[in-house]
């Protein structure tokens, strides 16, 4: 019985341990930990370059207004200055051909003592500036006769008589202007065509500066297919005078670019739609025959008002054959002659007009985008003899 009581006694003592050591624990209530409020975010400086400044990178949450995307300006449209009196502003370009015309033939001309031997070396001084044999013949007959008659002795009297011969040779009396009036509500079509490396898409571009200052509107076909560079090169030639280009992808028919091109101009009522042409060398019949299919299928449209054949005037007298050829095929109108200033040959406008009957419409006499001047024969004889003679 003692030990009944003994064993009660021991496990009540266990019991009462047990809550004491339990009861605490379950009144504590856990804190939370203290809150730290975030610091607001801030841009990360990261190290650079001992060199370098450092470059600070806002972080991704940072609520920073996106900067404005940047516009770029409008193409400034250039205003072509007026193509009229080009060539007078223009005539210190011909300072080559001056020496031979100017100096060299006034002061042949000049003499005390004109001679056979000197009437001879008049001839060679203008077949050597390409005027041709046949025009040179007519010209030094008309010289000697006229100075014969008349006695001429003084420098002022030889030079116009020179001059009166040099303008007759080139037949003042042609058409010189550049059809690119409208009809009806079709506009005109100019085709641009010659030889590679004449300079051609460049001086399409500045045709179409030329019509522009003289108050047409314009638009361009880029028909010269087989050049990649040839459409991006008129373009540019078009976004500074605010002239639209069509143009295909490389290696499209260019009958179809011209088509289109003439098209869009009937669409938007354009007065000019100016077609540039692949350059190709004349003695290559399926070129040739390719171009008298551009301007048949334009034809479809209504008729091809002009069509200007550019020649490079250093190339003397092969340009006439580039000429005859180009004549046959597609029915040239007028005469581009290029890079005039680069040569002392500027007798070959006289026998381009003399062989083929064909004027000269326009010279280029130097690098600049208004450096296509219409050509007027009084005023380019003038500027050949110099202002001095």
């Not at 972080?59 to 300006?73: M, R, T, Y």
């Amino acid at each position: 019985m003692d030990y009944v009581v003994v064993a009660l006694v021991l496990l009540g003592v266990l019991v009462l341990g047990g809550i004491g050591l339990v009861v605490p624990r379950l009144r504590r209530r856990p804190t939370a930990p203290p809150v730290t409020p975030s610091p607001e975010p801030t841009a990360v400086e990261r190290p650079a370059a001992p060199d370098q400044p450092a470059v600070v990178v806002p972080p991704a949450d940072l609520d920073l207004e996106p900067a404005p995307e940047a516009v770029a300006p409008a193409p400034v449209v250039e205003k072509p200055e007026p193509s009229a009196g080009r060539l007078v502003r223009l005539r210190a370009r011909l300072s080559r051909s001056q020496n031979v015309f100017g100096k060299g033939l006034l002061g042949l001309l000049a003499r005390d003592h004109i001679d056979d031997d000197t009437w001879e070396e008049v001839e060679d001084s203008l077949i050597g500036a390409d005027v041709g044999v046949e025009a040179t013949t007519v010209i030094v007959e008309r010289l000697r006769e006229r100075t014969r008659v008349l006695g001429t002795r003084t420098a002022s009297d030889v030079r116009a008589l020179l001059a009166e011969e040099l303008v007759a040779a080139l037949d003042p009396a042609m058409d010189r202007t550049v059809k690119s009036a409208p009809s009806g509500d079709t506009p005109a079509v100019v085709m641009v065509v010659g030889v590679n490396g004449a300079g051609k898409t460049t001086t399409c571009g500045k045709i179409a500066r030329v019509l522009i200052a003289d108050g047409r509107t314009v638009l361009m076909g880029a028909a010269d297919t087989f050049r990649a560079a040839a459409a991006e090169q008129l373009a540019t030639w078009g976004s500074r005078v605010g002239a639209e280009v069509v143009r295909g992808p490389e290696g499209a028919d260019p009958a179809s670019v011209a088509f289109d091109a003439v098209k869009r101009g009937i669409e938007i009522r354009v007065d000019t739609v100016l077609i540039d042409t692949a350059g190709r060398l004349q003695n290559k019949v399926g070129l040739m025959d390719e171009l008298g299919k551009v301007k048949r299928v334009v034809e479809k449209h209504g008729p091809v008002d002009e069509t200007l054949l550019v020649l490079d005037a250093t190339t003397g007298q092969n340009g006439l054959e580039q000429a005859r050829v180009f004549t046959e095929v597609v029915d040239v109108t007028g005469v581009v002659l290029t890079k005039l200033d680069g040569t002392a040959k500027g007798g070959i406008v006289i026998a381009v007009q003399r062989k083929l009957g064909i004027p000269v419409k326009l010279v280029g006499l130097g690098e600049g985008p208004d450096d296509l001047a219409p050509f007027e024969p009084v005023q380019f004889v003038d500027a050949l003899l110099g202002s001095d003679a």
